[in-house]
């Protein structure tokens, strides 16, 4: 069972290129998440998806598009890569909250993303 | 609007002290509460979370954490701090639609 796995760790990326991050959840949990972290500023929540095919923008949408064509996958992509998305990108996933109690958030490991 | 503070920014405690972290939090309702510790280079680990029920919660690796509603406070506590310990805390309050608010979050540095 891994988990929340991210692709890549790292990345580097010039002004003005595209790239897709990826995460992948093995726990069959219904909804998903992408983070963003940075310094002073806690966790900020980019967008998120309550289920196969849906998303949403969170709090600092702007700049990125995300997919969710399987239930195990959610894809963050930055169309024009900006000095300003240099961040540590985090990936999350927790169930469908049937009851109380049974909501909690699992993390991936992060991606560290550097634009020059 | 929601919203949660943390109001310590860095915290440095000897090892074999006690601990505690604050939280405060702002919500029309008595949100879900979560605590997170993050070990350097590391994803969010979940610690403890309060939903309803006894207002002091036990988590892991020896963390508690009490509510107390008149106060809109959930902090955290630890009664003899490991140097393991070392990482960065966040509190996490939820008030519904899927989301999570986390606070900016406490690095807490532990000195022999």
């Known amino acids: 069972n891994a988990g929340v796995t991210q692709t890549p760790k790292f990345r580097v990326l010039k002004t003005g290129q595209s790239m897709t991050l990826l995460c992948a959840q093995d726990?069959?949990?219904?909804?998903m998440y992408w983070y963003r972290q940075d310094p002073g500023m806690g966790l900020r929540l980019i967008h998120y998806s309550v289920g196969e095919g849906t998303t949403a923008k969170g709090e600092v949408p702007d700049g990125y598009n995300v997919s969710r064509l399987k239930k195990q996958n959610f894809l963050l992509g930055l169309e024009s890569a900006a000095p300003s998305q240099t961040s540590v990108y985090f990936c999350?996933?927790?169930?469908?909250?049937?009851?109380?109690?049974?909501?909690?958030?699992?993390f991936g490991p992060g991606t560290r993303l550097t634009v020059t | 609007a929601q919203s949660v503070t943390q109001p310590d920014i860095h915290i440095t405690v000897s090892e074999g002290a006690s601990l505690e972290l604050r939280c405060n939090y702002s919500y029309g309702a008595t949100p879900y509460l979560f605590w997170y510790v993050q070990s350097p280079g590391q994803g969010l680990q979940l610690l403890l979370k309060y939903f309803s029920g006894d207002t002091l919660v036990q988590g892991i690796k020896g963390f508690e954490a009490e509510f107390k509603r008149s106060q809109s406070s959930f902090n955290l506590r630890k009664p003899s701090v490991h140097w393991s310990d070392a990482a960065e805390y966040f509190c996490a309050p939820w008030g519904g639609y899927q989301k999570v608010t986390f606070g900016t979050g406490t690095k807490l540095q532990v000195i022999p």
């Open positions: 999350a996933s927790s169930k469908l909250q049937v009851e109380r109690g049974t909501y909690e958030q699992y």
């Open positions: 726990m069959n949990h219904e909804y």
